[in-house]
């Protein structure tokens, strides 16, 4: 069922962007924001499609921006659109007498966002950001990261739905455009803390109780951010943290966007997006070392010499007979200084971080001995030789770890990328088990 937006229906006169020029037209704005437009022509392509719409509602200054949403043509004569839509004087009069031999087109289609900029406020920039994320259960998960105040605040007479959006100071004077160029980012890093991905739906730019500016975006599609699983690893701030917490948000998602370095971090969020909508417990294993591996890059703890490391050592152990003693020292002298310290570091502060409050049954050994031997096989094309030994580790567990292992694993690497790329100190999470269902 689709959101009413809006208490009621508009119409106006409003400019059309078309084939690299502007042009007037009636426009109708439903109040779940489907848009119907007159023109006085023959349109029956999507290639005709208008791309922006601007208009006025009252003091608001109206944007409408299309998507990839399906389009539906109708055609009528001037005097049929005269008559069923009962124009005014001032729609008679938009177009020149000629146009009223054309054929009118009718074009109806759901614009991907829709802006509402208040007229004397077009320049100004908001003191504080709100936006809501969908799924609602996501948004509720993040909202005390943001704001203790959980009571929806309300929004202009014109809009029919209540603000439940996660606010924050806009200490880098983000103006409606600067938002909307790291809202990708940022909402990319939330769904670290939420459990599953999210969208944004909603933005509010408020000087303190006024509301200057609003954004909605139309979600197409609901189902695409259900998870397949019944529970996900969710990583939660500790209470102290919070009051810091979307400062230091902030601060990294304009740190990276001026740095450049946002479409990488992007990369190795698409593949926590992965992790997060796994069903499959072997998926889930599998895609958080991917991840681990790529963080790993990301923050330079080269791990290239491990594979080299061990194949040398197989060959050691499984064929001395078979190499002279020079060609035992040579390969000896070949085996590589590894990092693989380095990373088990992170791996460790992450554990602790997991069975701080005890939601999983996680020994340390036995996670980091099944990890180190999952980032030296499994994605170095070992994967059937290896599979075996590791089946047999994990079958040696108590029920609880082999349970929870899957978990285990996600929590490990989604918390080594909120270390990474966000910076927080893994003393300053905590992993729950959430339920998606």
């Known amino acids: 069922m689709m959101t009413n937006w809006l208490r009621l229906e508009h119409r106006f006169i409003g400019l059309v962007s078309r084939n690299g020029g502007r042009e007037p037209a009636l426009i109708i704005l439903k109040q779940n924001l489907a848009v119907l437009i007159y023109l006085p022509s023959l349109i029956d392509t999507d290639d005709d499609i208008p791309g922006i719409v601007e208009g006025q509602i009252d003091y608001w200054k109206l944007k409408l921006e299309s998507g990839d949403s399906s389009v539906t043509f109708r055609h009528g004569d001037f005097d049929t659109l005269k008559g069923t839509m009962q124009l005014n004087k001032e729609e008679e009069n938009m177009f020149p007498a000629e146009c009223h031999d054309r054929i009118w087109t009718e074009i109806a289609y759901m614009p991907e966002r829709c802006s509402f900029i208040k007229n004397e406020e077009l320049s100004a920039i908001p003191k504080e950001w709100g936006i809501t994320y969908y799924p609602g259960k996501s948004n509720s998960t993040l909202f005390h990261l943001f704001d203790t105040n959980r009571n929806p605040r309300g929004l202009p007479s014109i809009f029919a739905v209540i603000d439940r959006s996660l606010y924050f100071k806009n200490f880098a004077d983000w103006t409606l455009s600067d938002l909307q160029k790291r809202l990708r980012l940022l909402t990319s890093c939330l769904s670290l803390f939420a459990g599953a991905p999210i969208t944004y739906e909603l933005l509010v730019g408020r000087n303190d109780k006024d509301v200057i500016c609003i954004q909605i975006k139309n979600i197409e599609n609901p189902n695409e951010y259900i998870c397949p699983s019944r529970y996900n690893a969710c990583i939660e701030i500790k209470e102290e943290f919070i009051p810091y917490f979307s400062s230091t948000l902030m601060i990294k998602v304009e740190e990276l966007t001026t740095k450049r370095e946002s479409e990488k971090c992007l990369v190795l969020l698409a593949y926590v997006r992965m992790l997060l909508m796994a069903h499959y417990d072997e998926a889930k294993i599998a895609f958080s070392f991917q991840l681990m591996e790529s963080l790993a890059q990301y923050k330079g703890i080269s791990i290239r010499g491990q594979f080299w490391n061990d194949t040398i050592r197989k060959l050691l152990k499984r064929m001395p007979k078979k190499f002279c003693e020079s060609c035992l020292n040579v390969l000896k002298q070949e085996i590589r200084i590894e990092n693989e ?39 170095h094309g070992s994967f059937f030789e290896d599979m075996a030994e590791i089946d047999d580790q994990i079958k040696v567990l108590p029920e609880g770890y082999k349970r929870d292992l899957p978990l285990v694993f996600q929590a490990i690497a989604i918390m080594m990328a909120i270390n990474f790329i966000i910076g927080i100190d893994f003393k300053h999470m905590l992993a729950l088990m959430r339920e998606l269902r």
């Open 341 to 379: 310290e380095v990373l088990d570091k992170y791996i460790e502060q992450a554990l602790d971080a997991v069975n701080e409050k005890e939601e999983f049954d996680a020994d340390p050994v036995v996670i980091k001995r099944i990890a180190r031997k999952y980032r030296n096989e499994v994605f």
